[in-house]
């Protein structure tokens, strides 16, 4: 389901929106992985899969430098 968020009443200029900056630095640090930033795969399973993979691995890392900082 997409919402059009609407403009906070009596705002003026540019408003920063929570969850539009968490989706946009998603894809900023899928750029870092090299298989997905080019369109190569054959299938949109294939594509899929590996945009899975690559945000798996952003978890698996996220947790582990909670890990380490932990200890």
Known sequence: VFECPSR?????GFVVE??????????????????????LE??????ASFILMANIQMV???IQ???DSNF
Do not use: C, H, Q
Request: no cysteine; hydrophobic share 35%.
């Open 42 to 47: 054959r299938t949109i399973e294939n594509s």
């Open 18 to 39: 929570a969850k539009r900056w968490v989706v946009e630095r998603n894809f900023a640090w899928m750029n870092f992985y090299r298989r997905i930033t080019k369109d």
């Open 8 to 12: 906070p009443e009596g705002s003026k």
């Open 65 to 67: 430098r909670n890990l």
């Open 60 to 62: 698996l890392s996220s």
